[in-house]
């Protein structure tokens, strides 16, 4: 018995150790950010093959390793091989080159105009001379010293001795023989021929042996081709050849043996081995490492993104929740759809990545959450589908980052539910254009390649679209959040409400309309939800439809119901379709937002009319200004104030006899100048110029509604008005001058 309470006792301190801790907010972020380390850090290391095998190039093969699916390889030998001879079977460009002739014979002319100089320079001994000489030779001739060793001392001073007649000989000759020897094509392989040839033809001449030797070493080292090799359009030729070789393919089934116990482990065998993901380049610990310090990073920089930029996303802890999910999803959708094989084509497979769906996240969070959430979250997504498709592979990486920041542009303004499927469209013509872009960058890839990389980029940009579209609802409702999408649907004039309100109550539902599109204007000249704004308004008097006919705008006869009842009682009927329309909205699961602008648009606001009806019928009993209030909150954000302020404001301007653009100015003003001083605007953030710009978006849309229009006469005739259109008729057709 007493072991008994003990262990009672124990799992109690537990019990409310583990609700003190979970009550910490500190510790609930913790233990959110703990398991988006782990369900991401697994999702990633699932790349992982724990079955890898790590061999050398003439390793005996401990094992049998087995192909665990099937694939079509690539034989990147062969296929290099093959390459190879379709590279040197390319007949080689050449370009004449015009001035080689020129330029050679210049040189032989230069050369013998320097050892002229030398000759006739006073400022040199013999000494010197045949030194500067050697020098020029090794300079002009030979950077070879060993060039130098055949000529013999006697030969140099030869061509000292010699006087001008005989130079000019020598230039003569060798630039003669220079023409010969270039009169034809003469590549660069050729000249090695052609400096032999330039020996036999000094030879020939009938001149002394050392200036045959002058000749012949002038001419070898001057000699130059006549066709330059044209590199660009030759290597044009071989990459157009080497395009051509189609890969040489290898098809492995799954279960076949790629190496047996005890065969030596060739070149071959390990390229294989990689293509099939088996071959292993590090340990599993170290890769597991780097992919966990690659998360903790993004986490880490998310954190402080969130905090700093975002700190009402951070704040809220199922806002919170919901990013991690997403970001869940989209990573096990990644890891779905880039397993799929759907062809051993190595085009197909090859491709498969640009098929990816994440743009699906990034819409999602730019619906749900923001814009801004939605950004940073596609950046994040992008390096983590950079890691599941292989970290070599930038294509993929570069198509999530894009179609995710095109997929949050093009939900930022929905105004309808076809906006998303547009969405889908516009990511798929962009993801074509990023991988066209690859294509043409890359020397890599053919034309097979960028086809099917398009067609999967337009697939992934509807299956975003369609999975977007099939999430939200879901999410919605788990999370609470109410969308544009939502809204949209919720601003049909097919929803109940909306159908009771134009049945059973016509002037509340036209006065609902006009307030909506009053409370839109005002939002979208001071940045509000313009979108929330309008469904708002449509909402805001569906308490009306309990009792209809006690509110003017309803009632089309001169019985007023209200004058057969005390001011307190009107004044109870009056406020309580606040409440009315708060049951009713939560009978028909509105969102929040919704119910808050119902039960918030009138705040705490006086009803004025009965209040002093009240005042003039009392006598002696005082009158509480209390009881003539609305019994809500003042409204908490900008969304709500400007319904209240579009409601009060068009119940007054419709009252006016004759409005003109002066008088509805005037009364508008007033009627927001009122409700700021009954301190009805204080808790919703509107600021002083916020106020100014909603009074002149206001005028802007009620000016338009009451605009002054033409009288006609009660006693124009018929036959006035048959002359009144003959002449719009006449004029209609006259000819323009």
Do not use: C
Not at 258 to 287: C, H, Y
Not at 658 to 686: A, C, H, Y
């Amino acid at each position: 018995m007493p072991v008994s309470k003990s262990l009672r006792r124990g799992i109690l301190f537990i019990e409310r150790a583990l609700v003190a801790t979970l009550r910490n907010t500190t510790t609930r972020h913790i233990l959110l950010l703990l398991a988006m380390f782990l369900a991401t850090t697994t999702l990633l290391a699932a790349n992982i093959n724990l079955d890898e095998v790590d061999f050398t190039p003439g390793q005996i093969s401990p094992q049998d390793v087995i192909a665990p699916h099937n694939a079509t390889l690539i034989d990147e030998a062969r296929t290099a091989e093959l390459k190879k001879q379709a590279a040197a079977g390319v007949q080689k460009v050449y370009q004449e080159d015009t001035m080689a002739l020129n330029m050679m014979q210049r040189s032989s002319s230069t050369f013998y105009r320097q050892v002229t100089e030398i000759q006739s320079n006073p400022g040199l001994n013999d000494e010197q001379r045949l030194e500067a000489l050697r020098q020029l030779v090794r300079r002009e001739l030979s950077n070879d010293p060993k060039a130098l060793e055949g000529i013999e001392t006697s030969t140099f001073l030869t061509l000292l001795q010699a006087d001008e007649q005989e130079m000019a000989m020598l230039n003569s000759e060798t630039n003669r023989i220079a023409e010969v020897l270039m009169a034809r094509p003469l590549k660069e392989e050729d000249l090695a021929q052609m400096r032999e040839q330039a020996r036999v033809e000094a030879r020939r001449l009938n001149v002394g042996e050392d200036y045959k030797k002058w000749i012949t070493l002038v001419l070898q080292s001057t000699l130059r081709p006549t066709m330059n090799l044209n590199d660009a359009a030759t290597n044009r030729l071989i990459e157009e050849a080497q395009n051509q070789v189609m890969p040489v393919q290898r098809s492995i089934k799954q279960g076949q043996v790629l190496l047996r116990k005890g065969d030596p482990v060739s070149e071959a065998d390990i390229e294989v081995l990689k293509q099939m993901g088996i071959q292993r380049n590090k340990p599993f610990w170290i890769t597991l490492s780097g992919i966990s310090m690659l998360v903790l990073t993004l986490i880490g920089i998310s954190m402080i993104f969130l905090r700093r930029y975002q700190p009402q996303v951070y704040r809220q802890e199922k806002t919170m929740i919901l990013l991690g999910l997403l970001f869940i999803i989209t990573l096990v959708v990644a890891k779905v759809f880039f397993a799929i094989s759907f062809s051993n084509r190595p085009e197909l497979s090859s491709t498969v990545g640009f098929l990816i769906p994440s743009a699906a996240g990034s819409m999602l969070m730019a619906i749900l959450i923001g814009p801004r959430i939605g950004i940073f979250g596609t950046v994040m997504i992008g390096i983590l589908i950079g890691v599941i498709t292989g970290l070599q592979n930038v294509a993929f990486l570069v198509v999530a980052l894009v179609s995710g920041l095109v997929g949050v542009y093009s939900v930022s303004r929905v105004n309808q539910g076809w906006d998303l499927a547009k969405g889908g469209i516009l990511i798929g013509g962009i993801n074509t254009v990023v991988v066209i872009a690859f294509g043409l960058m890359s020397n890599d890839t053919n034309l097979a390649w960028v086809v099917w990389g398009s067609v999967y980029g337009i697939l992934n940009g509807l299956l975003s679209a369609v999975l977007t579209t099939g999430l939200l609802p879901y999410l919605e409702t788990t999370f609470g959040i109410t969308s544009s999408i939502r809204l949209l649907e919720l601003g049909n004039p097919n929803h109940p409400l909306i159908k009771r309100l134009m049945m059973e109550a016509p002037g509340t539902y036209h006065h609902s309309i006009v307030v909506g599109n009053l409370a839109e204007a005002a939002a979208e000249v001071i940045g509000a939800e313009s979108l929330l704004v309008r469904v708002g308004a449509y909402y805001h008097d569906i308490g009306k439809l309990k009792r209809p006919y006690f509110f003017i705008e309803n009632q089309h006869t001169k019985v007023n119901p209200h004058d057969k009842i005390s001011p307190n009682l009107s004044s109870l009927i009056i406020t309580s379709h606040v409440k009315d329309g708060l049951e009713m909205a939560r009978e028909h699961r509105l969102p929040q937002v919704l119910v808050d602008i119902i039960y918030q648009h009138h705040g705490s606001s006086l009803v004025a009319y009965f209040y002093h009806r009240a005042l003039e019928n009392s006598q002696s009993e005082g009158v509480e200004e209390s009881s003539y209030r609305y019994d809500a909150p003042k409204p908490q954000t900008k969304e709500a104030a400007l319904v209240m302020l579009a409601d009060s404001v068009e119940a007054a301007v419709r009252s006016i006899q004759k409005p003109t653009p002066g008088r509805i100015e005037g009364l508008v003003r007033r009627i927001i100048k009122d409700r700021l001083n009954d301190g009805q605007l204080e808790e919703s953030d509107l600021t002083f110029k916020d106020l100014d710009l909603i009074a002149g978006a206001f005028m802007k849309i009620l000016n338009g509604i009451y605009h002054s229009r033409v009288e006609y006469p009660d006693n124009m005739t018929k036959e006035a008005l048959k002359e009144i259109e003959r002449r719009k008729a006449k004029n209609a057709t006259a000819p323009s001058v």
